[in-house]
């Protein structure tokens, strides 16, 4: 369920983040860009997540007269996301984002362990062992062999009756 | 004073450690828990339980203790999704709620009667109060494979502690699919909780729940568990350690 919470939580993170940035005329993802303005110009202010870029996976991108992307799919950088890997790949058509792909995202095989670790029940395990120390009291299932006994015992009296 | 009968399909001990104690006081515990037998055994033929479940007595005509049992079932019920249901094909069985209730008001019979220093034990489930010779009382789980063995002892004060299990099933039993998997089967489960009425009715509604049990456990504040499997192996809550003597 938390992981689920999570991967959607950065689903819709890159989602607004494509989106703002679709209009805030920053070609981060698309390297050698032609259009707008410089993409290292923004690596202030993006976050990690597409401050790398990635290669362009697709050779000869067309550029689109009018658009700020070149047509084409991106895989971006691995890039950690704290309780986890994020990398995602970024298909251009028509110079917009048609698709974004998620290649990695925090799952029970890596880091994602540690906060569910964190979340979840504290149980620890070990293997029972017999103790010497004697007891005042001792807790345990009723014994069906015990409620057997009593149970004899007690049609025992009704028959004596 | 320390008494022993066997009531109720089980043996149920008392004893209180407090100089000023009777023999009636005890004695009034153990008549307590014959009337609540009479009222609520599914197998004697005139007990109140008996005669709602063949339909002979409407709801208006039920004794407080029933309709608090019932009450107390039906809390449970919502308090553990479902897990704990007296109802099974339309017979209402609340042995599963009325055993630690029995107790814990047992107890508190005690306690008005001047007694500090005590344990109520039925069929392994247990209230203790005060201590003992200036100690805690020192409680054994028993081994659910050996039931001459002890396999965790714990030191605890004003408590309840209830065990639910199965002490014939053991690490003989493998699924036929499975062979070289031992059974993953819970086959007891020891809970530490405020009052023995509270650890006794999660200790049978978490045991329902299988494996997930001591899960439910380990969420529910002021509770702690010690849940045996069928490969002889424990797992317990948090905070289960500070009462491992």
């Known amino acids: 369920m938390k992981k689920t919470i999570v991967s959607l939580v950065i689903i819709g993170t890159f989602i607004i983040y494509s989106i703002i ?16 303005s410089r993409s290292s110009s923004s690596s202030g202010t993006t976050p990690s997540s597409t401050e790398t870029p990635g290669a362009p996976v697709t050779p000869n991108a067309i550029a689109t007269p009018g658009s700020r992307y070149k047509d084409g799919s991106y895989t971006g950088s691995v890039d950690d996301a704290q309780w986890g890997f994020v990398q995602v790949k970024a298909v251009i058509t028509n110079g917009k984002i048609t698709n ?38 001792v807790t345990g299932a009723t014994d069906s062999s015990e409620a057997f006994i009593q149970s004899l015992s007690d049609a025992l009296s009704q028959a004596r009756a | 004073m320390k008494q022993l009968q066997l009531l109720m399909g089980m043996p149920i001990t008392v004893e209180v450690v407090d100089p000023s104690v009777t023999e009636a006081d005890i004695e009034k515990v153990f008549a ?28 208006e005509e039920y004794s407080d203790e029933m309709k608090t049992i019932l009450a107390l079932s039906e809390q449970t019920k919502q308090e553990t999704q479902g897990y704990f249901d007296i109802q099974h094909n339309g017979i209402a069985d609340p042995s599963g709620i009325v055993k630690g209730w029995a107790i814990f008001q047992a107890a508190t019979m005690l306690k008005k009667a001047g007694c500090t220093n005590f344990y109520i034990d039925a069929g392994g489930d247990i209230q203790v109060s ?114 491992v003597l």
């Open chain 2, 130 to 243: 005060g201590k003992k010779d200036g100690n805690p009382w020192r409680i054994g789980i028993r081994n659910p494979f050996n039931r001459k063995e002890i396999v965790k002892v714990l030191a605890v004060m004003d408590k309840g502690i209830a065990t639910s299990g199965t002490a014939i099933r053991g690490q003989h039993i493998y699924d036929p699919h499975l062979l070289h998997t031992p059974l993953q089967d819970i086959v007891s489960l020891t809970i530490i909780g405020p009052n023995v009425y509270e650890a006794d009715r999660f200790a049978t509604a978490s045991f329902a729940m299988g494996k997930r049990g001591i899960n439910f456990i380990e969420q529910l504040p002021g509770f702690e568990g010690y849940m045996i499997d069928a490969s002889a192996r424990a797992t317990f809550t948090s905070g289960f350690e500070r009462y």
């Open chain 1, 100 to 137: 974004v792909q998620f290649l990695q995202y925090p799952n029970d095989r890596n880091r994602s362990i540690d906060i569910n670790s964190y979340a979840d029940p504290q149980l620890s395990s070990e293997a029972i062992q017999a103790q010497s120390a004697n007891v005042d009291i």
């Open chain 2, 32 to 59: 307590y828990f014959r009337a609540v037998d009479d009222i609520f055994s599914t197998y004697k033929k005139h007990s109140e339980i008996s005669k709602i479940n063949r339909g002979e007595l409407c709801a």
């Open chain 1, 21 to 36: 940035h679709a209009h805030s005329g920053l070609a981060v993802v698309v390297p050698n860009t032609s259009v707008g």
